[in-house]
């Protein structure tokens, strides 16, 4: 391997090791914020109990979301200095953003939120876990402007070598960033309510606070379900976005070769990358046109022509990303996101009228779910940057441009190897902790509080 590959290497281990706790600590911020308003308004110890083990598990995520990415902003300057000095001006400005007013708010609040408990007022401390979670989803929407720009760039000039922002409303605007937030928004919360549904699971399948954790079990089907469609929604969305903008991305993750009218949604193709062609493709009839222009006769572009324009275009070079990692991480996305719904809508069916199922296997198989989300999410996030190449930035830069030009494989090949290994220990840390405080279960003082007032207001 080259500096380039072990740099791409490095990147995509960080980001996608990093992605892992994202989406849990969005969701779980908007439910936790959701049971403590249930438990003011109510007044009901079972949700205060709720909100004080759910948030337990939150903040775990949370801090450990918090180291892994601090170490992925310093690949920037590490490997990739030569993109920074050419787009600093522009992808750093939604950064700086995220940093001053994002996570700014979202841990502030958060720490007001874990020592006030006996110290605020009710409705204040409501409040600040409210102003984390809403914190925790600015921050998230920054940081998608900034990628969105690389996938999407606008409001910027090139002078003097380098991309200049010229309006950061345009970047904060983006059409890619509209339809690729809510895409990852209700995305993260199917990864959280997958994840409740999941430890809920295991309290039932252990007959643990049966009734707490039916109400859990419950709120997080429901949450799921509605969190599938919300998902299923912004990704055609995504994908129409995705055609017009990135018309060879749509193209790779079909594995459509010449441009086509009536195009079918592909199942299942054995290709050939060298000739440009299937030999075997299985398909859903119109099923691509649909997805990708809201019309059963839409016209696709293939990869054939899109090369061919690419080339005339930008000049001579390979503009095919990876053909069948695209295609294949694009329908794994699908399919497991697909199965999360699935598993959702069962356990509405199999929980209505407060029943619960007899048998151990649901609960092993929602125990089992709380892995689906985790899938579809890092799938879809290599999809999303693989599926890019060969541009770090689209139209704009390569990404063999983009690599510091004073990086050594030696020292790549070595922080690659620590960071992985400092990963895993970090991996093996948070599971370690999440399992110890999801044994120990609900925090029992809860209960005390609620019936000597004066004590926590």
Known sequence: MDVLDLSRWQFGVTTVYHFLFVPLTIGLSIIVAGLQTAWHRTGRPEYLKLTRFWGRLFLINFAMGVVTGIVQEFQFGMNWSAYSRFVGDVFGAPLAMEGLLAFFLESTFLGLWIFGWDRLP??????????????????????????????????????????????IWAVLTNSTTLVTFPHVIFGAFLTAAAFVLGVSAWFLLHKRDQPLFRTSARMALVVALV?????????????????????????????LWEDETSAGFSLFAIGDVENGRNHVNLQIPYGLSLLATNSLDGKVEGINDIQARYQALYGPGDYRPVVGLAYWSFRLMIGFGALSALLAAAGLWLTRRGRLPSGRWAYRLAIAGIGLPFLANTLGWIFTEMGRQPWTVFGIMRTAAAVSPTADVTSVAITLAGFTLVYAVLAAIEVRLLIKFIRIGPDEQAEQETSVPALSY
């Open 122 to 167: 009710r409705r204040v401390h409501l409040a600040t876990i409210w102003l984390a979670a809403i914190g925790t989803n600015i921050s998230a929407y920054f940081i998608l402007a900034a990628n969105s720009w690389m996938q999407h760039p606008v409001g910027y000039r090139i002078a003097g070598g380098r991309a200049e922002l010229t309006d």
């Open 227 to 255: 969190s599938a469609v919300g998902v299923a929604f912004s990704g055609h969305w995504q994908a129409q976005i995705m055609t017009e903008q990135q018309p060879m991305k749509m193209a790779a993750a079909e594995a």
